[in-house]
């Protein structure tokens, strides 16, 4: 939607960002075209991020492929959508809310499928009709969604050539089909010179590091498998499955095991049993599993197994609305434990840092012979991404974990330590077997109903949390100001991109993005939030659940908002832009 | 050389919680004696459970033990096994842990057929939480929480491992160690998933169990790897007829497809443009 005004009337302005959604019938190939014009747009050097929605049938209902294409990294999808290019119109009309429209949009329909419906055409967007049907029969083979793709490709002004790359990359498998789609192609881009509106984008900036294509699922994955993991255990759920389907092959490659758990108090049993034979142990999840799996969590806090969780969290509760993105879950993933249960939360704020702060989980619970849990949603596991490759994470960000040498003389597994981190003997060391519980136990392991030993190892198990060095890790601390505003997870590229929009309007503001959620970093907040009068605490959830959060752990300074609004509608920057206008003159 | 190991070196100092007359005391013992037999080491055997009386037991031993959560001693052993193949893992616990709360465990621990053994203590009775029905407690069993019984068919734990796929079962008792240490050497070296279900008296709530002794039957079946035959026998059987019931030939679990052990980096390459 941002325009850079040219002087003068010609030529037309040219955009920083635009965004496209390609939407039709199950089967129509929407999809396919919006993978393929991801995948072009990355060809042509620039960033790109690509959601999917499809109605509730399993298969073949209503499908959007939701593309925005821009010059600079883009995180999170914008206000409105400048072009709906639709194979036809059945039942399309149920995107309306994800499928915002305004007065400068377009819309591409073919005739010969009916109108659009008015939840469209009632925002003033101008509709522009071309026989897409018939235009394909023309091509022997031909298809209508590759006509989209040439049209709206030509309509942003991609080149031909990233085009072309992209569609033979994505039929490599079907040769045959190449000839008929570049063809569907061509007429597309042909089709594009009738349109009465076009948004050229401007030239990208040149490519500093080299750019990836990937879910945040898969980047949590592979984070994952970089940290050390070997060994998954895993039951699929909306919307992890995806991030457990890429770990299985993965792991076949680099020596590790993904086995398909029965239900998820399997999985995470069977990941905790991994751990404790030494193999650095992963689940993967959302909201209705993690609910399963909080007895085990508390297994390994008691038992100090390392383990990570991924929770791609999604609306709920219970079934909730499996196929959107919510942060509902920072309530379960901070207290769901039973007992004093010390254990690591920690929330990656882009795709590409689902990487880096998977990975960091994975180094943290060996290094702490803790569980954590890594808070990603639907939003960042769906939603595929051009990114500049991650920076890799800093060798000390998290040891790695503490092991017992052969024959230690006088060996306790729980010994209780001065960082709180005692030796864990691996299955097949010799002279140092232990027994790993979850009832409280003495410093052997041996079980104890003694109140000094229960204080003793509380205390154990809470201090080597607290006293760890997360270093910078633990939050992103952007810009300056004495407002500030914290957030988490997937509401970070909205907001950052809200407020780039509210400075250009004279407002500023520090932004934290919480990356470590538990356990709570008091000092660090402290000197993040130093000389602030106000702050304004953003999160997708129906009850601030940060929000509550913060209060309880920290001592906030100034004036306090809390802004939250539930799924399935996640904000967008100009909600945030506003908000924090309205906000910062209160 | 390392010394051999007698059964006395793969018992702990700890002293079990146990009632004394409990059944338990026997598959210590036995399993103990099992180990020294396979002249397996302490440090590559690791011992499971869930939670219940008998899911005590790996603290007993001097092996690497793991106690878990209620019901998810397989899960636990499932996942160590397959992280770990070159240990020995034994799974214990009783017939609440495995056949009520941990029963779709037993169902699929079976089914995947992973190289290790499961040793269930039945005693038909929730012991540690002092004597509430278990799946296989008799239906007209008197306690407080179900006054004159629950009614309930009490569950088969052989005939439902051999349907879903157990590769090697047995039933043993407790009374008698040795009887039980060559049933465990068995079921240890057969491979894929062994499934031992031990009668193991509780003396406190089901007194009545002191008989057992005198109602077994030792050695009044020989194994076979025909399932239908098994099947037959399990059903027509007493509960009482020990030895081993059946022992198959299916392969033990192994993930599938390719692998290899290349270097992370590797992946990059799928994300690369």
Redesign the interface.
């Known amino acids: 939607m941002q325009q850079t005004e040219s002087p003068g009337a010609a030529p037309p302005p040219r955009h920083t960002s635009v965004s496209i959604a390609l939407a039709g019938s199950g089967g129509a190939g929407v999809m396919t075209a919006g993978n393929m014009l991801l995948?072009a747009a990355?060809?042509a050097g620039y960033y790109a991020l690509m959601t999917r929605s499809s109605g509730p049938q399993i298969r073949g209902g209503e499908a959007a492929a939701m593309i925005r294409i821009s010059c600079r990294p883009a995180e999170c999808m914008d206000d409105h959508f400048d072009v709906l290019a639709a194979v036809d119109w059945e039942n399309v009309h149920r995107f309306g809310a994800e499928i915002p429209l305004g007065p400068t949009s377009l819309i591409v329909g073919d005739p010969d499928q009916g109108e659009p419906h008015e939840v469209f055409t009632r925002t003033g967007a101008a509709l522009a009709q071309v026989a897409l049907k018939k235009m394909a029969k023309g091509i022997p083979d031909g298809r209508p969604n590759m006509l989209l793709l040439g049209l709206v490709a030509a309509l942003v002004g991609l080149p031909d050539e990233a085009v072309t790359r992209a569609v033979e990359k994505s039929l490599a498998k079907r040769p045959a089909a190449l000839v008929p789609s570049l063809a569907a192609v061509a007429a597309g881009r042909e089709a594009a010179r009738t349109m009465p509106r076009a948004f050229p984008l401007q030239p990208p900036p040149p490519a500093a590091t080299?750019?990836?294509?990937?879910t945040g699922n898969?980047a949590a994955g592979?984070g994952a498998?970089?940290g050390g993991v070997?060994?998954v255990?895993a039951y699929p759920i909306t919307p992890a499955t995806e991030l457990l389907e890429w770990m299985s092959?993965?792991l076949?490659?680099?020596?590790g095991?993904l086995?398909q758990?029965?239900?998820e108090?399997?999985?995470i049993?069977?990941?905790?049993?991994?751990?404790?034979?030494?193999?650095p142990?992963l689940t993967a999840t959302s909201g209705p599993g993690l609910a399963l799996m909080v007895?085990?969590l508390?297994?390994a806090v008691a038992?100090e197994t390392p383990i990570v969780v991924v929770d791609v969290m999604r609306v709920g509760p219970s079934t909730g609305i499996p196929t959107k993105s919510e942060q509902g879950d920072l309530n379960i993933a901070l207290y769901g434990l039973h007992g004093d249960a010390p254990h690591l939360v920690l929330a990656p704020n882009s795709v590409a840092d689902c990487l880096r702060t998977t990975q960091w989980a994975v180094r943290l619970a060996e290094s702490l012979q803790s569980p954590a849990i890594v808070l990603s949603d639907q939003f960042f596991g769906q939603t595929r991404a051009?990114i500049d490759?991650p920076a890799e994470l800093a060798a000390d960000a998290g040891a790695g974990r503490v092991v017992a040498e052969p024959n230690a003389a006088g060996y306790k597994r729980y010994a209780v330590t001065t960082n709180g981190v005692s030796p864990m003997?691996i299955?097949?060391?010799?002279?140092?077997?232990?027994?790993?519980?979850?009832?409280e136990h003495g410093e052997r392991?041996?079980?104890s109903s003694q109140g000094t030993d229960h204080l003793a190892q509380l205390d154990k198990r809470r201090r080597k949390l607290e006293l760890a060095d997360y270093g910078t890790l633990w939050a992103d601390v952007e810009g300056d100001g004495d407002l500030a505003i914290i957030t988490f997870g997937s509401c970070t590229g909205i907001v950052r991109e809200g407020l780039a929009r509210a400075h250009a309007d004279g407002v500023k503001a520090r932004l934290v993005s919480m990356r470590l959620l538990a356990p709570a970093q008091p000092a660090r907040l402290a000197a993040a939030l130093e000389g602030v009068r106000k702050i304004i605490v953003i999160e997708q959830n129906h009850t601030g659940q940060l929000f509550r959060h913060l209060r309880a752990e920290y001592d906030l300074p100034g004036k306090l908002t809390s802004l939250h609004r539930p799924g399935a509608m996640q904000f967008n920057p100009g909600d945030i832009h506003r908000h924090l206008i309205e906000w910062s003159r209160t | 050389m390392t010394e051999a190991l007698t059964h006395t070196d793969f018992k702990s100092d700890i002293k079990p919680v146990w009632c004394p007359g409990c059944g338990d005391f026997g598959v210590v013992n036995a399993l103990t004696k099992a180990l020294a037999k396979m002249e397996l080491r302490p440090e590559n055997v690791a011992v499971v459970s869930g939670i219940g009386c008998s899911s005590r037991i790996p603290a007993y031993t001097s092996c690497y033990g793991f106690h878990g959560v209620h019901g998810r001693a397989l899960a636990a052993g499932t996942g160590l096994k397959i992280a770990r193949p070159d240990l020995t893992v034994i799974v214990t616990g009783g017939d609440g842990d495995g056949y009520s709360i941990g029963g779709n465990h037993f169902l699929h621990a079976c089914r995947r057929n992973v190289d290790m053994t499961y040793i269930v203590m039945d005693n038909r009775v929730y012991g540690m939480t002092k004597g509430q029905p278990s799946p296989t407690t008799e239906p007209d069993w008197d306690s407080k929480l179900s006054p004159d019984g629950t009614g309930l068919r009490e569950f088969h734990p052989m005939v439902i491992a051999l349907s879903s796929g157990a590769n090697f079962i047995a039933r043993a008792f407790t009374g008698d160690p040795n009887g039980l240490a060559d049933v465990i050497v068995q079921a240890v070296r057969h491979p894929g998933f062994s499934f031992v279900e031990v009668l193991s008296p509780c003396v406190t709530f089901r007194p009545e169990q002191r008989d057992w002794k005198k109602i077994v039957k030792p050695d009044a079946i020989k194994p076979t790897s025909d399932i239908a035959r098994a099947a037959r026998r399990m059903l027509r059987d007493t509960g009482f007829d020990l030895g081993v019931l059946y022992a198959g030939n299916r392969k033990p679990y192994a993930p599938r497809g390719e692998r290899a052990n290349r270097d992370a980096s590797v992946l990059e390459a799928r994300f690369t443009l």
């Open positions: 995948e990355a060809h080299q750019r990836w294509l990937l898969e592979y498998i970089k070997r060994f255990a092959p993965a076949a490659e680099v020596g095991t086995v758990a029965e239900d108090l399997a999985s049993n069977m990941a905790i049993g991994g751990s404790y034979g030494g193999v142990a007895e085990s508390g297994l038992s051009v490759r003997a299955p097949g060391t010799a002279g140092v077997t232990y027994t790993a519980d979850g009832l392991g041996t079980p």
